[in-house]
């Protein structure tokens, strides 16, 4: 399969590795303090790397007014990756998740107490920054915040649920994920002063490519491998999280209902291998693979609406990229069913 599933290659933007350098330093920097636990703590998943996308969309979008990165861009991007720190701490928790980007997640070597607080530290810094970079940002991100507990409300809420339908998934993932991929965006625009028009158009591609970003995860989850994925496949059908390919899956007619009576409840590896199979060779892939399509067209079309320049080519490059990389991913999984199945 070609597909880039830690995104490493998929996902880089063309920001400058001087500006990346600043980005790292100034993210240390921000939690840095005089408590040597709490330092180890909060540096851990900085640590451990990530792909860093948000903050390259901050960087990037700032780069439409063509002028040098800031450093209230540089803080700008920070703010959000401390964010979305902190919402991978406080999520692992909740999943009880032994691993996150490749190494121990900070709960399974701190325990519950210190992995909430340390998130609620990122947050607390997160919210600094936001303050000095004045009341529009802080607002923003201040709401961008409510919206990804919204998100996670919503998906906890529906946990289990067989008969979750799609205007919940998508409201939720607009919510847990879209919503700071768009703020990430918006960020750029705003701190490097784009026209209120080219924050606008910004702030919708990071909301679409947001939701393609998500739905991605979620067909990969369960067509990738375990060496892929870094953690086995299934998770999310495991965990009860019904995501858009096991509601297309669950409305395919050859496999809908059998699959219907093995959802409802906590998985084992045995009949959670068997579920992800069903979604694996049902239509709801390639369906899902194409509401990805049609939210990376939106995205496509936002970044065009942007000025034409090299900056919106390389979105709208990204954003179909991506699309790309997972209708691929699709159609490799699609080979390998047909395969298995004679
Ligand atoms: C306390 C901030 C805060 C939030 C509380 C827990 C929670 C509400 C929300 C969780 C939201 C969440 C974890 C959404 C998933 C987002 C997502 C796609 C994460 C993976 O992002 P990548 O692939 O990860 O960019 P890396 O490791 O590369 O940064």
């Given at each position: 399969m070609s597909l880039a599933v830690n995104g490493s290659d998929l996902f880089?933007?063309?920001?400058a590795e001087a500006d990346l350098a600043r980005l790292e330093e100034c993210l240390r920097a921000s939690v840095r303090g005089d408590d040597p636990f709490l330092n180890e703590v909060a540096t851990h998943l900085i640590s451990a790397g990530g792909k860093r996308i948000r903050p390259a969309l901050t960087l990037t979008a700032a780069e439409l007014s063509r002028s040098d990165i800031s450093d209230e861009s540089i803080l700008g991007g920070v703010s959000v990756e401390l964010v979305h720190l902190a919402s991978l701490y406080h999520d692992d928790v909740m999943d009880e998740a032994v691993r996150r980007r490749s190494v121990e997640s900070v709960n399974a070597r701190w325990g519950n107490l210190v992995a909430i607080v340390a998130g609620d530290f990122l947050l607390a810094r997160s919210a600094e920054i936001a303050a000095a970079l004045g009341p529009e940002i802080a607002s923003l991100l201040a709401s961008t915040l409510a919206r990804l507990c919204q998100g996670q409300v919503a998906e906890v809420r529906s946990a289990y649920q067989v008969s979750r339908d799609e205007k919940d998934y998508l409201g939720a993932i607009s919510n847990k994920t879209a919503a700071l991929m768009s703020t990430a965006c918006r960020i750029g625009g705003l701190t490097s002063r784009l026209s209120r028009p080219g924050v606008e158009n910004l702030t919708a591609f990071g909301e679409s490519f947001g939701m393609l970003f998500q739905i991605r995860d979620d067909v990969l989850d369960v067509i990738a491998s375990e060496e892929e994925l870094g953690k086995p496949p299934g998770q999310d059908l495991a965990e009860g999280v019904y995501t858009l390919p096991v509601q297309r899956a669950l409305s395919d007619l050859r496999v809908g209902q059998h699959l219907s009576g093995m959802l409802g409840h906590p998985l084992g590896p045995d009949e959670r291998e068997r579920a992800r199979q069903l979604v694996a060779g049902s239509e709801g892939i390639a369906e899902a693979a194409l509401v990805a399509r049609q939210y990376a067209e939106e995205a496509t079309a936002a970044a065009r609406r942007l000025d034409g320049g090299p900056v919106s080519e390389r979105l709208a490059r990204l954003a179909n990229d991506v699309a790309c990389d997972l209708c691929q991913a699709a159609e490799g999984a699609r080979s390998r069913f047909e395969e298995m199945a004679g």
């Amino acid at each position: 399969m070609s597909l880039a599933v830690n995104g490493s290659d998929l996902f880089a933007l063309p920001v400058a590795e001087a500006d990346l350098a600043r980005l790292e330093e100034c993210l240390r920097a921000s939690v840095r303090g005089d408590d040597p636990f709490l330092n180890e703590v909060a540096t851990h998943l900085i640590s451990a790397g990530g792909k860093r996308i948000r903050p390259a969309l901050t960087l990037t979008a700032a780069e439409l007014s063509r002028s040098d990165i800031s450093d209230e861009s540089i803080l700008g991007g920070v703010s959000v990756e401390l964010v979305h720190l902190a919402s991978l701490y406080h999520d692992d928790v909740m999943d009880e998740a032994v691993r996150r980007r490749s190494v121990e997640s900070v709960n399974a070597r701190w325990g519950n107490l210190v992995a909430i607080v340390a998130g609620d530290f990122l947050l607390a810094r997160s919210a600094e920054i936001a303050a000095a970079l004045g009341p529009e940002i802080a607002s923003l991100l201040a709401s961008t915040l409510a919206r990804l507990c919204q998100g996670q409300v919503a998906e906890v809420r529906s946990a289990y649920q067989v008969s979750r339908d799609e205007k919940d998934y998508l409201g939720a993932i607009s919510n847990k994920t879209a919503a700071l991929m768009s703020t990430a965006c918006r960020i750029g625009g705003l701190t490097s002063r784009l026209s209120r028009p080219g924050v606008e158009n910004l702030t919708a591609f990071g909301e679409s490519f947001g939701m393609l970003f998500q739905i991605r995860d979620d067909v990969l989850d369960v067509i990738a491998s375990e060496e892929e994925l870094g953690k086995p496949p299934g998770q999310d059908l495991a965990e009860g999280v019904y995501t858009l390919p096991v509601q297309r899956a669950l409305s395919d007619l050859r496999v809908g209902q059998h699959l219907s009576g093995m959802l409802g409840h906590p998985l084992g590896p045995d009949e959670r291998e068997r579920a992800r199979q069903l979604v694996a060779g049902s239509e709801g892939i390639a369906e899902a693979a194409l509401v990805a399509r049609q939210y990376a067209e939106e995205a496509t079309a936002a970044a065009r609406r942007l000025d034409g320049g090299p900056v919106s080519e390389r979105l709208a490059r990204l954003a179909n990229d991506v699309a790309c990389d997972l209708c691929q991913a699709a159609e490799g999984a699609r080979s390998r069913f047909e395969e298995m199945a004679g």
